[in-house]
């Protein structure tokens, strides 16, 4: 049996792609299937002396951009990255590099996020 872990209790950040009627449906259905989901979650992208969150975030969001992600969850991970540290810059390098493994779409894809979260940004300090 797997220890269930309440995923409110191992995050900084909201994951609102994990708070939604979707999650809850399928935690309904196969509470097990949604509890090893929230602990392979908290595996892959907790602290690790290795990898900082801050990395792992970047990444996230390179792979997001290339599978041409909704908004929604493309925002949580630049807000993530940014959170733990990321630049602006270092955001931009990281598509940059995406780019050329993935393709110009994926470049663009994070540069129009990238943007929106600017203006939010802006807007909210405003």
């Not at 599978?67 to 990255?81: E, I, K, N, S, V």
Request: net charge negative; proline share 5%.
């Amino acid at each position: 049996m797997t220890k269930k872990i309440d995923p409110d209790s191992t995050r900084r950040f909201p994951l609102t792609h994990l708070e939604n009627d979707e999650w809850e449906f399928v935690k309904k259905i196969d509470p097990e299937f949604t509890n090893l989901y929230f602990n392979l979650r908290k595996h892959v992208s907790g602290d690790s002396d290795i990898l900082p969150r801050k990395y792992k975030e970047l990444i996230h969001v390179c792979f997001l951009c290339q599978q041409g992600a909704p908004d929604l969850t493309l925002l949580a991970h630049l807000r993530r990255a940014k959170g733990e540290g990321a630049t602006t810059r270092e955001i931009v390098e990281a598509l940059e590099s995406a780019m050329i493994a993935a393709g110009v779409p994926t470049f663009f894809n994070g540069v129009i996020a990238l943007m929106k979260l600017e203006r939010e940004e802006s807007a909210s300090s405003t």
